[in-house]
């Protein structure tokens, strides 16, 4: 099973920058085929220890909340995790983790607060961005297009189909118009 170097080392190496939002099904495949095991073992609470110090914490929450987006691509399993990357995101803001690791990196202790359906870790995602990442506005502007969508929907619209929930009117009409890329385009201005 792989350990929190492991998945450290993939993802802050060998993908990196570059890698981390450019997707695709190669992607999707290595990350499944290199890291589910160690997934379900998070799934199932098995590596709740990882969530002990800076780069075990990073790595669960990588592991929990970067990993299935990949790896369960348009399915219900890639939100399966967002708690448990939520809560260990949470504990490691408190204990001040996530200011020992550099920037590009810090971003991903704040991204389960930004892929959260409430308000309150919405509100956390763009203080923190902004608190705390102020050099890099790109990821600010994400968590504000994060937030404005539960502002205006309670939910992420784009994951209601893997999820098994219709659309709102409004909802489809957002879809259709362009969803996540049309809002960014549209906040940016």
Request: aromatic share 10%; glycine share 10%; proline share 6%.
């Amino acid at each position: 099973m792989s350990s929190p170097e492991d998945v450290l080392d993939y993802w802050l190496g060998a993908i990196g920058p570059e890698g981390w939002y450019a997707g695709g099904a190669a992607l999707d495949v290595d990350i499944r085929e290199r890291f589910e095991d160690v997934w379900r073992a998070a799934l199932g609470g098995g590596l709740d220890h990882w969530v002990a110090g800076p780069g075990p914490g990073l790595a669960f929450i990588v592991l929990t909340d970067q990993f299935p987006r990949n790896m369960f691509r348009d399915r219900a399993e890639a939100f399966a995790t967002d708690a448990l990357a939520l809560e260990a995101a949470k504990v490691a803001v408190a204990q001040g983790w996530d200011m020992v690791a550099p920037e590009p990196e810090r971003q991903f202790f704040y991204m389960p607060f930004e892929h959260s359906e409430h308000a309150a870790d919405q509100e956390a995602a763009v203080a923190l961005m902004a608190e705390r990442m102020p050099e890099n506005p790109g990821n600010l502007l994400h968590a504000r297009v994060h937030q404005e969508m539960i502002r205006r929907f309670g939910r992420f619209p784009a994951r209601n189909a893997a999820l098994g929930r219709v659309n709102t009117p409004e909802e489809a009409a957002f879809l259709a118009e362009g969803g996540y890329g049309a809002l960014v385009r549209a906040l940016q201005n």
